[in-house]
């Protein structure tokens, strides 16, 4: 159907991409594109504990995003906010309550922020984690594609090794690689 129509006249689809880190961007970032999607970063991450690694981590999404220029848009660090969320479940296990709140989170501020800005997409670079859950990641996705009215851009980034592939591209453009999801309480878990 598209085949007579000059390509610089179709407009490719533009997704708000959440991103946690630089790590986990890189093998999520060259397949979307590969698809012919449009990518734009968004680093909203007020799980990341303490300040000093959220700044090195958004140091390097920085960076990543001045090499291959894609646009990035930073949310504030709010902090309070997520710790308030988060109340009374410190000692949920990794992958329980505590992080279904935290990724609806995230994916309720990507969505609120892509539509305020006119994407045609929103997604999340979560899913490429072999310790967190793509269903529930999706499944969250969904719902808010639903009450926000945007399309959310359901995914399994670490499928084909795409883990071992973002790990790989990490270590070529040595890109620190934190040791825990972000939060505190899964810092102290690792520490024990």
């Not at 630089?22 to 504990?49: D, K």
Request: net charge positive; charged share 25%; hydrophobic share 30%.
């Amino acid at each position: 159907m598209l085949k007579n129509i000059p390509q610089n006249i179709i407009q490719k689809q533009k997704i708000l991409l959440h991103v946690c880190c630089a790590t986990c961007s890189l093998h999520p970032y060259f397949l979307l594109t590969s698809l012919g999607l449009e990518v734009t970063f968004y680093f909203y991450n007020p799980n990341i504990h303490p300040k000093k690694e959220y700044i090195r981590r958004l140091k390097d999404v920085i960076a990543i995003s001045k090499k291959y220029n894609i646009p990035l848009i930073t949310g504030r660090y709010e902090v309070k906010k997520w710790f308030d969320l988060t109340k009374n479940f410190e000692q949920e296990p990794e992958g329980g309550k505590r992080c279904t709140l935290c990724y609806r989170e995230r994916l309720d501020k990507t969505a609120r922020t892509a539509k305020k800005l006119k994407f045609d997409l929103f997604g999340t670079t979560l899913t490429i984690s072999p310790h967190k859950d793509h269903n529930t990641i999706n499944a969250i996705g969904k719902e808010l594609e639903s009450e926000k009215n945007i399309t959310y851009y359901s995914s399994n980034f670490k499928k084909k090794d795409g883990f071992k592939k973002t790990i790989k591209l990490s270590k070529s453009l040595n890109i620190y690689r934190q040791h825990y999801c972000g939060c505190i309480y899964s810092k102290h878990k690792i520490s024990q």
